[in-house]
Nanobody, 123 residues
Framework: QVQVAESGGDSVQTGGSLRLSCAASGYASVCRHDMSWYRQVPGKEREFVAGFTADGSPTYGASVEGRFSISKESDDRTVYLQMNSLRPEDTAMYYC????????????????WGQGTQVTVSS
């Protein structure tokens, strides 16, 4: 069973920084997967924050471009989200999404979400 766990959320003041972590487990190492970050505030749709393109390049949502940075460990099972110059509008629950790519006889394709980690930015 695929498990996704986020951590690192906290309360900070405007202009502060936080580093979120996401660890994925429970699937075979031969399974290809994509990991990305989303965020959501109550009453709004979940918003893409950061991820990687097919060639492995980072990609960001327009509202965080230039302030947030995504990175990953060499095993590709842990990703980080470095958040700088935080603003009150960055306040949200941040979720990590892990997509397992199907591979016949080995990997079952699936979308998996963690429980989220809360980020609160006060003015």
């Amino acid at each position: 069973q695929v498990q996704v766990a986020e951590s690192g959320g906290d309360s900070v003041q405007t202009g502060g920084s936080l580093r979120l972590s996401c660890a994925a487990s429970g699937y075979a190492s031969v399974c290809r997967h994509d990991m990305s970050w989303y965020r959501q505030v109550p009453g709004k749709e979940r918003e893409f924050v950061a991820g990687f393109t097919a060639d492995g390049s980072p990609t960001y949502g327009a509202s965080v471009e230039g302030r947030f940075s995504i990175s990953k460990e060499s095993d590709d099972r842990t990703v980080y989200l470095q958040m700088n110059s935080l603003r009150p509008e960055d306040t949200a629950m941040y979720y990590c999404k892990t997509v397992i790519k199907p591979r016949f006889g080995v990997c079952v394709g699936s979308d998996n979400w963690g429980q989220g980690t809360q980020v609160t930015v006060s003015s």
